[in-house]
């Protein structure tokens, strides 16, 4: 199993446009942030290797050319936000390269956002030439039940950014026996490559302000957290870091990484002050976890 941090930074991202401030004008290649998004990438218990992504987010291209992304499954929307959804054109060449649909899963709110910004995708009889578009499957979830896609079961988790309701994931296998076998470690690794990291259960909730009571039980028993933790300061949409640090204690989760960070927080320093087993998560970081 391999969780990539696709991007970990806010909507505008870090270097934001026309800012001269110390994160932004950063030589620190941490500082330097696309917007949130994630890639889980695993071999199916049939010994097919699997991608999907959490959300699609306009850097989605950079984001993929970077990660060495050859394929895509599925993609799991948290919301309907620019942020989280602007990428999804780009999707068309994994389409190419794997000559099949890719499905798509998100609420109903974030399902119509969808339709209405890329008619060109989910009306293409209507287009006047038929160009290369994106092929998407449209499945739509409901907080609290499981999607389970080649052996991994994802559980949407209601959350609350400001007023408006969004989707987290809890991430865990389905089978973990059959997993394993799914999943040898090649021999060529060093014995510290090899070691287990207890990366699942992960629980990844983006773009949150408020955790809804119910969502507790999806946040418990949790190998790693990643959570939103915008800026010390008071947003209404968005945990400061004061806040994520609570619910990372509460929640105990063996590993936690704070995402969507703005450019009030430089890596490094900030990084530096965070309490043991709380982390910064940056662009391009890798969860890597070898099941025994």
């Not at 994630?38 to 990660?67: E, F």
């Not at 992304?69 to 942020?83: G, K, Y």
């Not at 609420?107 to 956002?113: A, M, P, R, S, V």
Request: glycine share 6%; net charge neutral.
């Amino acid at each position: 199993m391999r969780f990539t941090f696709l991007g970990t930074g806010t909507s505008a991202g870090i270097p934001a446009i026309g800012c001269t401030c110390a994160v932004c004008a950063s030589t620190d290649p941490h500082d330097t942030r696309l917007r949130t998004s994630a890639a889980i990438q695993w071999t199916d218990p049939g010994g097919t290797p699997r991608t999907v992504l959490i959300d699609a987010s306009p850097d989605l291209r950079q984001q993929s050319l970077r990660a060495g992304l050859t394929a895509c499954d599925a993609v799991l929307f948290t919301h309907n936000h620019v942020d989280h959804t602007f990428g999804l054109d780009e999707v068309r060449r994994f389409n190419v390269l794997m000559k099949r649909p890719i499905d798509i899963y998100a609420d109903e709110k974030t399902l119509t956002h969808l339709r209405r910004v890329y008619p060109h995708i989910f009306e293409r009889d209507a287009n006047v030439n038929d160009s290369l578009v994106a092929t998407l499957i449209a499945h739509r979830v409901e907080p609290g039940r499981p999607i389970d896609l080649h052996g991994v079961r994802f559980t949407p988790i209601p959350l609350l950014h400001g007023k408006l309701p969004v989707l987290g994931y809890r991430i865990e296998w389905v089978d973990r026996r059959s997993a394993a076998v799914s999943a040898p470690v090649p021999a060529e690794e060093t014995a510290a490559e090899r070691r287990s990291t207890p990366i699942l259960p992960l629980a990844y909730c983006t773009d949150v302000s408020g955790i809804p009571p119910e969502s507790w039980t999806h946040l418990r028993g949790l190998g790693t957290l990643v959570l939103d933790a915008l800026r010390h300061r008071h947003h209404p949409t968005h945990l400061t870091l004061g806040r994520a640090v609570g619910i990372a204690h509460e929640a105990a989760a063996a590993q936690t990484f704070f995402v969507h960070m703005a450019h009030d927080l430089p890596h490094a320093q900030t990084d530096a002050d965070l309490p043991a087993g709380m982390r910064l998560a940056y662009d391009g970081l890798v969860l890597d976890s070898t099941l025994r």
